[in-house]
């Protein structure tokens, strides 16, 4: 897996959205799996403090065990989205089994209308099943903050070295991360610097 899929992987795979075009200097931040206690509270902080949106893609299990966690996710103003309900990976499960645990995450958020797919493995067909219902968001720009081999610095310099206009940035949500998030604040304020705004508008 690699910071930025390479444009032969999104050329074959057109239907899903890995950067929006046109934007106008917006960049996309999302935060995948959680709710997670510590995590989600500190990222909420430093995004209050910075006076920014993201999108956090949920795990319906989370979601079901830290529902007050959703709940001030969503009173800070950010977007929830579909992460499937237990973190299945496409490539590993069949289409039924896959469909079922998507939809059991969609019933937790009945307003969602965006998946990503966890690891970002998907299969063609579950593509196919899937893309009249979501919008399908994958990435352009992945800090490897969840690597035990990676460190905040590297971290850091993942998402600044590769953003540009229209990029959908991804952190994560969980505990594996949490040490390699004490970069947030300074990478959201780099980013600023360079004129970057962040929306939520898909």
């Not at 299969?123 to 690597?147: A, G, M």
Request: proline fraction near 5%.
């Amino acid at each position: 897996m690699f910071v930025n899929p390479s444009k032969f992987i999104q050329y074959f795979f057109p239907s899903l959205v890995w950067r929006k075009e046109n934007s106008e200097n917006n960049v996309w931040l999302t935060f995948d799996d959680g709710p997670t206690p510590e995590v989600t509270p500190y990222i909420l902080q430093v995004l209050k403090h910075e006076k920014i949106k993201a999108t956090f893609f949920l795990v319906g299990e989370q979601i079901e065990k830290f529902p007050n966690l959703v709940n001030d996710i969503l009173s800070d103003g950010h977007l929830i989205a579909n992460h499937s309900y237990s973190h299945k990976n496409g490539w590993l499960t069949s289409k039924e089994k896959y469909l079922k645990d998507i939809e059991s995450c969609q019933e937790l958020m009945p307003q969602n209308k965006l998946f990503r797919p966890p690891h970002g493995k998907i299969t063609t067909v579950q593509i196919s099943l899937l893309k009249e219902k979501y919008k399908i968001i994958l990435w352009d720009v992945l800090s490897w903050d969840f690597s035990k081999k990676t460190t905040p610095k590297r971290v850091k310099q993942n998402v600044l070295k590769n953003t540009k206009n229209g990029s959908i940035i991804v952190f994560h949500n969980n505990q594996k991360s949490f040490r390699n998030l004490i970069v947030l604040t300074e990478t959201i304020q780099e980013l600023k610097k360079q004129g970057f705004r962040f929306s939520t508008t898909w």
